[in-house]
């Protein structure tokens, strides 16, 4: 008697730019700072990156509190919160971001709770003074980690700091991708709407 082996599947989305908006950019237009606009879509290097926007903060006396006022007014993308309750309803969905623990409380409680993975900040009276990566390429550990255990992995992610899970992925495509990636990376494919991605995400998890 042939057996027969169910292969178990989890979807792996980014957070900012795929289902809720970029944190830093609605930072930036609150305190008129232009200079936290850059986000990983411009700086691939996330490590330069976050040194940077600490920098900016210290300079200019942007504590938590304001940072999370500014979050505490936002909501997921248009469509994003259907989208995600449709895709946990088929499918084990899990949440990996490179934002962070102290930030991510609001949104999650908008998309009900997903499973998230991020990072954490270091935080002294109110100030945010340092980043440290949970571990180093956080997400593509994450993706390997989950294949190392058995399951099919399907990623999406929209910027450079999502190319190690894209490409660790058994199936990896960009959403509303930041310029330039579709065309450097045309083997991960790219979708701007949600019922498109839906569709690529039942025939990938099913190929």
């Not at 903060?57 to 994003?80: D, F, H, K, Q, Y």
């Not at 623990?101 to 998230?116: N, R, T, V």
């Not at 593509?140 to 490409?167: E, F, P, R, W």
Request: aromatic share 8%; glycine share 6%; net charge negative.
């Amino acid at each position: 008697m042939q057996s027969c082996v169910i292969v178990q599947r989890i979807v792996a989305l980014d957070m900012e730019g795929v289902v809720t908006p970029e944190i830093w950019i609605a930072v930036a237009e609150r305190t008129g700072l232009s200079e936290l606009k850059l986000t990983t879509r411009d700086e691939p290097d996330y490590q330069k990156l976050m040194n940077y926007r600490i920098k900016v903060l210290s300079e200019n006396g942007i504590g938590l509190t304001l940072i999370r006022e500014v979050i505490a007014s936002l909501r997921p993308l248009e469509g994003a919160r259907n989208f995600l309750e449709h895709l946990r309803q088929r499918y084990q969905v899990v949440i990996l971001s490179d934002t962070f623990e102290q930030f991510a409380g609001h949104l999650m409680k908008e998309l009900s709770y997903p499973h998230l993975l991020c990072h954490n900040l270091t935080i002294e009276m109110d100030s945010v003074v340092e980043f440290v990566p949970r571990i180093d390429d956080a997400k593509k550990k994450a993706v390997q980690s989950y294949q190392g255990l058995g399951y099919h992995v399907t990623a999406i992610g929209d910027s450079y700091n999502d190319l190690g899970m894209l490409q660790q992925a058994d199936a990896g495509c960009l959403f509303r991708a930041a310029t330039g990636l579709p065309e450097k990376y045309p083997m991960l494919g790219c979708l701007d709407a949600y019922h498109d991605l839906g569709n690529w995400i039942d025939a990938a998890v099913n190929a």
